[in-house]
């Protein structure tokens, strides 16, 4: 496979790291800051890749067949860019564009079973639901679903009782839901989360305050009420998307991750990125770096949990200890 013509990320990497634990053992005594970052279990927990491949045809649910997607970000690269800095495993999540087709997603796991896990997505208004999820882990492989009620903004099927199989069935099959949602429907997934303890839930993207808004705040703050749950994790992923002066390193959002982490604490966070080389919104040195040197309010042991090893509480890699 041709390896894209990019510069050597794994030393720009190291050579960010060293300092910034340079800087952090030189205020913190002791401080396993010293590490080598090559010693640090990183995990990505929210990587999504596609294909063009005529195998795995897109129909995206809002917009067909029909997408102009020219690039491919196919599971190769992400092999690569693991390799390159160290990152350990990845979780798989299907993009949308396959729609409720998680054949691709699938069918990266089977081809590298000992990188990663993966995440399909379901219609969630498909009366056959919960059967649709006992396929896709009993016979494919995942490790749970992918539920999007951010795009259906006024849908009540959130915590509907037509759900309640669906969430049954997750109990029984051990499987994760990670939950792109909106502020303002977060109680309907408090309750869930209350009737349904047996499920493992992951909020993507920090819960996706609204900084358009004239203050975001109150509604933000709905996702707080969470915390009581030991099954629910905060995904503090992709600033570039949450931020609004869209200029690296997204001071706007500095708030809101430190907000989580106080809220929360440190061991009901995981990490994520969102995409692979070439579709990178932010490679992953500055990834890193966003969270090694501007989420400066985590320790070093709290990094430790929330790029590695609080995913491991949440999914079953191969090989983990």
């Excluded at 510069?7 to 590490?35: D, F, I, W």
């Excluded at 997505?121 to 009993?138: G, H, I, S, T």
């Excluded at 069935?169 to 869930?192: C, D, R, S, T, W």
Aim: net charge negative; with cysteine; aromatic share 14%.
């Amino acid at each position: 496979m041709h390896r894209p013509n990019l510069p050597n990320r794994r030393e720009m990497l190291c050579e960010t790291l060293a300092a910034a634990a340079v800087t952090s053992l030189t205020a913190t005594t002791g401080s396993a800051a010293a590490e080598s970052p090559d010693q640090r279990l990183i995990i990505d927990t929210h990587l999504e890749v596609w294909t063009l491949d005529p195998r795995f045809p897109f129909n995206h649910p809002e917009a067909g067949a029909n997408l102009n997607v020219k690039i491919p970000a196919p599971i190769e690269n992400q092999v690569e860019q693991m390799e390159d800095f160290g990152l350990r495993y990845a979780v798989l999540v299907n993009p949308r564009y396959f729609g409720w087709d998680n054949s691709y997603i699938a069918h990266c796991v089977e081809s590298y079973p000992q990188l990663f896990v993966g995440h399909g997505l379901l219609d969630p208004e498909d009366p056959k639901v919960a059967e649709k999820l006992r396929y896709w882990v009993k016979e494919r492989g995942l490790h749970g679903m992918r539920f999007s009620p951010i795009y259906h903004p006024r849908s009540s099927w959130l915590n509907s009782p037509d759900h309640y199989p669906l969430w049954r069935e997750a109990e029984k099959l051990g499987a994760v839901f990670n939950y792109y949602i909106a502020p303002h429907q977060m109680p309907m997934l408090e309750e869930m989360a209350g009737r349904f303890p047996g499920v493992k839930i992951v909020i993507d993207h920090a819960g996706k305050p609204d900084l358009k808004a004239k203050d975001c705040w109150p509604e933000f703050r709905k996702m707080f009420a969470l915390k009581r749950f030991p099954q629910v994790w905060i995904s503090n992923s992709e600033p570039y998307e949450m931020s609004e002066i869209k200029k690296y390193p997204y001071e706007d959002t500095w708030p809101f991750y430190k907000a989580i982490y106080e809220e929360f604490g440190p061991k009901q966070l995981v990490w994520g990125t969102g995409y692979p080389r070439p579709r990178w919104e932010l490679p992953m040195d500055k990834e890193l770096e966003f969270v090694d040197r501007y989420c400066d309010f985590y320790s070093d042991a709290d990094r430790e949990l929330l790029l590695g090893r609080n995913a491991l509480d949440v999914w079953k890699f191969p090989d983990a200890s």
